[in-house]
């Protein structure tokens, strides 16, 4: 025994040995989840407890190198965040704690609003498996921070579909059995399971859970995440879920309700408070209390508590109507199966992925994203369309080729029954319910996603905000040095702390407006409320600003470019391999009984709701025009027949001749031949976006054979047409059709064989009935545009911005309506951009061809003005190089957007034709895009546009459905003339907003550089007099300022975006200077007056002789220790008083965006009454008035002085902003740079004039620094480099693979 004993202790040395050297090669070399499987194996494995502790150690020395490592969550996706590890430190949060109580809460303030500031300074680094808190933080353009606190949850499990493998279900393949999930442990194969701990977090209604695999945390989606086939779904999920089972994937994936919460006001009023505007108003409210200033503080706090409460008003209604909009019909009670024939009612909150629930015959609101197994259905899907069409949805395959495919919603959607849409009807065989495998819960469905995105929408960026924010910092440096000289001068002349510390701190409130974000959104209210008087709302306001600065609009086509139905225009029936004339009436005489009627009245998915034809509108259009008559079995029909009551259709009896009807015998051959032209429908297979194509089998009444009817894209029928049926002039017919933008659809036919049976026919797959047809003929539709389209593309094309249409029509239907609203012009080329994935070891690739070549207008070389964002670059180009567009598919978009990504922003810069695109590939266009610096605008009709809609920088909805909740702005007119209305408003406002941040800026340095002076002789102004600045002037200036309406019409050029850019500076900077001589001036010039003397209230400069006044300097009164009171104070209050109403008047801009100031009336209004009561107090004073601002009478000859000095003050400063600014600059420099980096030009004769203004650009823009700078934006450089590529646009007919980048262009077809 003994010897047995040390042998084993031998061998457990050797191995301790082994697994320590591989623990120390795994930390040193290998990766994190090798390190943990190696520790796994080491802490089972027999090994003494020395090596256990050093594994231990080993272990901790890992966790030490993966405790700065940064993970990647959601990777590839849209919400893809980075995310550290934090344990909270008790040493830092106790230095927190210190500083908050120093700081009065200010630390914990700044913590709140920098959360990676506040998680770092409270917590340490550590690993993601051993972490409390976590840091995320955006991988887009924004880097947006967030933190989130990690929870843990005891399973029985590690995984959603684990197999909890228990005793008591085992012999069931879906777990069905009755046993519940101990909290405790779980009795697994006779032991006692002890449960797993699972670290969680949650972030933006989305949980999270950690996986020891991959060792990072991952999001559980639902049923695609095993990657399940399709017959998979049939054989192994299709019985249902044991309660056990449904209970443990509760845990992962909660409660089936995708859940809005209101908050209460008192939290809303706290993260309003809490916006470090409002915190600065309070800490200047504080301080001028301590001031006495009592007037206007309480003034300021009024103006406050309005804003907070009618913020607070807005946020709580769009809170109330998005859960209003989503709670309608969320929970409802369901039919779930429990095994192969138990079936139990239960709410829906209570569903899972896998379970499988009963559609009931009346139909319902989906809970949930569920894939059909059995039965078909007819579902309203406007919840996610728009569109109020009902579309039948059938069973997903249970054998042939699309079964052995990985289930996937989006290319699966024609099965899947979607959360928040309508099912109206079920169709079902007899005694066989219609059932559905529920895919997707919660927050993880379809409108779960929508609902996401909207309470947290992704940040806009616009130029404007982020330069208020650092003309702000611009603005507290200015007060940073007042500060500074006001404690040195305050301490040189022995002023008390109590009074150092108060002054210092009033210069900066004095330079930080406190009243500027009330000011900025004046504007931006006007500009709402005037939308609203043209019928277009919004809950987004601060985007109106944004809209001013569009260049690029996408709009979708069908019920936004053109009307939402369409007209037959004619069909044209082909027999013997030729066309037959065009007919416009299908419904004669001579085509009842032919083929190519009973084709289009047996060729769609038409049903019938309470008695009434409803289906998508180009089937209606097609059958009505028909005559014919659709007849649904009813239920009880349905129930005792097996197979199923098949759809008839037939022609209606008043077709029969009146001539014939009068005889028996002919009457009765005449109906006898109508009964046979009924036609029952046995088998359909719906409309595939990818195929292109429908196809039904009927067996028409007395027949023993089937037939096979199809309807789709011209091209793609008569690919799968016998070849000789197909008439020779096909291409040529349809090229005239679609040219005239016709919407053409083909027919055609094929006879079964007569043995097929019904059973069989059901197990047919639609490649083996979809080939060898016969070519039946053209049906050509009219997709009407409406009639205001045109104009207002031609007006947004004059105003420089580019328009593009989004839109899930095919190809040449969108191209056709491009051209015929004038979105494409007659001349220009349409270039296909035709994109296959990689297939059988061969590379994706790209086929680009010509759509039709069209007519040119003019072939002599023409001098094209392209415009590149802020101006102007004149190439001197041919037309025919330059006028093109590129027309790309959704399929195609999806391949080069993966395999040709160096391709995807050349192509964009010029396609203006988008088709078949899908929902998430419309806001992925919308990304590209403004990835390349575009402004982008958004319109459309439907929700399926709502990614889109909220992604543009400017969304409007045409809807009032969910996408008026969804987009920023909603227009009650169903036409795009909203889309100029909001540009013009928006241009509008973003001038209003420049005017209103400049006058503010003006108006906080202007009483700066007043309190500035009036401090060096220990000074300052009265309360009065800052209550009337503040609120008599400038609060009722920058409230009227902002009333200018929009100008009439769209100019070629934007306003700025930017508040740093060279004019604005230019023209802030200039009227800085001026106050600041013309203030400096008054203040020395009062000085050497004859008359001054240190004021006091025995003073009477008005009537005492100048020769007996003393020439003594200024100090402090006894009798006003704040020595409001004195010459100065007057002299500057009455200056700087004129100052603002100038700058206010100056940097009311009206034309080429807004309209002239003199018509905004409450404006010239305000400032004339001012002008007016201000030149009267100053030229002859009321002693009452003079009493309440705290002002001093002086000698009417120095009134007359200041009013000399305000008026040159007034026309010197109007003459440098409209001379200087708005002419020599504007024209001589900026202007001009817009041509940087543009080929030189021959020489030419100049006159006198243009070669002054061509050398003073020349030395202008040299002295600013602005020649040859490259610019600003990415589209400008890449249309900069395409104009020089030779191989740009591709040639007709060439292809371009993934493979061969470098050549880009192969060889032509």
Request: proline share 5%; with cysteine; aromatic share 8%.
């Amino acid at each position: 025994m003994d010897r047995f004993r040390t042998v084993r202790a031998q061998r457990g040395s050797v191995l301790c040995g082994r697994v320590l050297s591989h623990v120390r090669s795994t930390v040193l070399h290998d990766s994190r989840r090798a390190c943990e499987q190696t520790f796994s194996a080491a802490v089972h494995s027999p090994v003494c407890a020395t090596s256990r502790a050093l594994i231990e150690r080993s272990r901790r020395s890992c966790d030490t190198m993966q405790t700065r490592e940064v993970k990647i969550i959601n990777q590839g996706l849209e919400d893809e965040m980075e995310v550290w590890g934090y344990q909270p430190c008790l040493w830092k949060r106790i230095l927190v704690g210190v500083g908050a109580v120093f700081s009065g809460g200010l630390l914990l303030l700044l913590l709140y609003w920098l959360p990676e500031w506040g998680v770092k300074g409270t917590c340490t680094h550590t690993s993601l498996r051993n972490a409390h808190t976590l840091l995320l933080r955006t991988t887009d353009e924004f880097k947006q921070w967030f933190r989130a606190k990690v929870h843990v949850m005891s399973a029985p499990g590690n995984k959603p579909f684990d197999s909890l493998d228990l005793q008591s279900t085992a012999q069931l393949p879906n777990g069905d059995g009755e046993h519940g999930i101990s909290a405790e442990r779980v009795e697994h194969r006779g032991q006692f399971r002890q449960p797993v701990q699972i670290h969680y977090f949650t972030h933006h209604s989305t949980r999270y859970y950690w996986n020891d695999v991959i060792q990072n945390f991952e999001l559980y989606k639902g049923l695609e995440d095993v990657k399940v086939s399709c017959a998979s779904i049939h054989s192994d999920h299709s019985s249902g879920l044991s309660k056990t089972l449904q209970d443990y994937r509760r845990l992962f994936f909660g409660e089936n309700e995708i859940a809005v919460r209101v908050p209460s006001l008192f939290k809303l009023l706290i993260k309003e408070v809490l916006n470090p505007f409002y915190i600065f108003q309070l800490f200047s409210v504080i301080l001028w209390s301590a001031e006495d200033y009592y007037y206007y503080a309480t003034a300021i706090v009024f103006m406050s508590v309005i804003s907070i409460a009618t913020s607070l008003y807005t946020i709580k209604n769009q809170y109330v109507m998005l859960h209003d909009m989503v709670a309608a019909h969320s929970v409802v009670r369901v039919s779930v199966c429990r095994g192969s024939k138990d079936i139990e009612q239960a709410m829906s909150t209570d569903l899972v992925p896998g379970d499988v629930i009963i559609i009931p015959v009346n139909g319902m609101i989906m809970p949930c994203d569920a894939v059909l197994v059995h039965g078909t259905c007819i579902v309203n899907e406007s919840m996610l369309t728009g569109e109020s069409v009902p579309v039948t949805k059938t069973s997903l395959p249970s054998s042939g080729e699309e079964a052995s495919s990985s289930f996937n919603m989006e290319e699966h959607k024609r099965y899947t029954l979607f959360c928040g849409t309508h099912v109206i009807q079920t169709r079902f065989y007899t005694a066989e319910l219609v059932e559905a495998v529920v895919v997707r819960t919660g927050f993880s469905t379809e409108k779960g996603q929508l609902v996401r995105s909207i309470l947290h929408p992704k940040p806009t960026d616009f130029k404007l905000y982020r330069d208020a924010y650092l003309f702000l910092l611009c603005l507290v440096g200015v007060a940073g040095i007042g500060f500074i000289y006001t404690i040195v001068l305050s301490i040189m002349n022995k002023v008390p702390a109590k009074t150092i510390i108060i002054e210092s701190l009033d210069i900066i409130t004095i330079t930080v407006p406190p009243a500027l974000p009330a000011a900025m959104t004046a504007g931006i209210v006007y500009a709402q409320r005037r939308l609203k008087r043209v019928g277009i709302f919004c809950i987004s306001p601060q985007r109106i600003n944004m809209c001013g600065q569009l260049n690029l609009v996408c709009f979708d086509k069908t019920g936004t470019l053109t009307e939402d139905g369409l007209d037959l225009w004619g069909v044209q029936s082909a027999e013997g391999g030729r066309f037959s004339p065009p007919e416009a009436d299908a419904a004669k005489e001579s085509l009842v009984n032919t083929a190519f009627v009973a084709c289009m009245a047996a060729c769609h998915s038409l049903t019938k709701i309470e008695g009434e034809l409803s289906g998508d509108p180009l089937d209606l259009k097609m059958f009505s025009a028909t005559g014919w008559i659709l007849e649904e079995p009813t239920e009880e029909e349905t129930t005792l027949h097996n197979p199923i009551m098949p759809t008839v259709v037939r022609p209606p009896k008043h077709s029969v001749p009146e001539a014939n009807q009068n005889n028996p015998l002919t009457h009765n051959m005449e109906l006898s031949a109508l009964s046979s032209c009924e036609i029952g429908i046995v088998r359909q297979f719906p409309f595939s976006s990818t195929l292109q194509r429908m196809s039904v089998v009927v067996r028409r009444l007395g027949e023993k054979h089937m037939n096979a009817y199809l309807k789709g894209a011209p091209e793609v029928v008569a690919s799968l047409c016998k070849q000789h049926t197909v008439p020779q002039s096909f291409t040529e017919t349809l090229e005239t059709y679609t040219r005239q933008g016709f919407r053409v659809i083909a027919l055609a036919h094929r006879q079964l064989e007569s043995k097929l049976s019904w059973h069989k026919v059901q197990s047919l797959s639609r490649d083996l009935i979809e080939t060898n047809m016969e070519f039946l003929g053209l049906v050509i539709m009219q997709n009407k545009i409406k009639e205001e389209t045109a104009g207002v593309l031609l007006e947004l094309r004059q105003a420089n911005i580019r328009t593009l249409m989004v839109t899930g029509d095919n190809m040449l239907t969108a191209i056709s309506v491009t051209r015929d609203c004038g979105m494409v012009r007659a001349h220009e080329r349409v270039i296909i951009a035709d994109a296959a994935p990689p297939k059988d070891f061969h590379p994706a690739s790209i086929t680009w061809h010509d759509t039709d070549n069209p007519a040119q207008t003019n072939k002599d070389n023409q001098t094209v003005e392209i415009n590149l964002e802020d101006g102007v670059y004149d190439k001197r180009v041919t037309e025919q190089e330059q006028s093109y567009h590129f027309a790309v598919t959704g399929r195609a978009f999806a391949v080069i957007t993966e395999h040709f990504p160096q391709l995807v922003q050349k192509l964009v810069l010029k396609a203006t034709v988008f088709a078949r695109m899908a929902p998430d590939q419309k806001t992925q266009l919308v990304e590209v895009l403004q990835g390349i610096d575009y402004t982008v605008g958004m319109c459309g009709d439907g929700a399926n546009d709502c990614g889109a809609l909220k992604r543009a920088h400017c969304g409007i909805s045409l809807s009032e459905l969910e996408a008026s909740v969804a987009s920023p702005f909603t227009s009650t007119t169903s036409n795009i003339s909203c889309v100029p209305n909001l540009i013009r408003e928006g241009r509008a406002a973003l001038i209003t907003s420049f005017c209103v941040f400049k006058f503010m800026a003006l108006y906080s340095i202007i009483q700066y550089l007043s309190v500035s002076l009036l401090y060096s002789i220990l000074s300052n102004l009265g309360d009065f007099q800052f209550l009337f600045i503040d609120i008599a002037i400038i609060l009722i200036i920058a409230f009227t300022m902002s009333l200018n309406p929009a100008w009439k019409e769209l100019v070629w050029h934007r306003p700025p975006s930017s508040l740093i850019s060279g004019r604005l500076l230019c023209s802030v900077l200039t009227q800085i200077l001026t106050c600041l001589v013309f203030q400096v001036l008054a203040f020395l010039l009062v000085r050497q007056q004859s008359w001054y003397e240190t004021w006091t209230p025995q003073s009477d400069a008005c009537n005492v002789s100048s020769s007996g006044l003393s020439h003594s300097r200024n100090v402090t009164s006894p009798h006003d220790h704040k020595n409001i009171k004195n010459y100065e104070n007057t002299t500057l209050f009455y200056v700087s008083s004129f100052q603002y109403l100038a700058v206010a008047i100056i940097f009311s801009k009206g034309k080429p965006f807004r309209q002239p100031s003199y018509k905004n009336w409450p404006f010239m209004l305000s400032c004339i009454s001012l002008y007016t009561f201000v030149l009267l107090i100053m030229l002859y004073p009321v002693p009452a008035i003079d009493s309440f601002l705290e002002i001093v009478c002086v000698p009417h000859d120095w009134r007359v002085t200041l009013v000399i000095i305000v008026i040159v003050n007034a026309a010197v400063s109007f003459m440098l902003e409209i001379l200087i600014l708005d002419i020599i600059l504007r024209r001589l420099v900026f202007r001009c740079n817009q041509g940087v980096n543009r080929p030189a030009e021959p020489p030419s004769a100049d006159t006198p004039q243009e070669a002054n203004d061509r050398w003073g650009s020349f030395f202008l823009s040299w002295l600013f620094c602005l020649r040859n700078k490259p610019p600003r934006v990415r589209y400008m450089h890449l249309a900069l480099e395409l104009q020089d590529a030779a191989d740009w646009p591709p040639r007709h007919s060439t292809v371009t693979y993934a493979s061969d980048l470098q050549s880009h262009i192969s060889a032509p077809l």
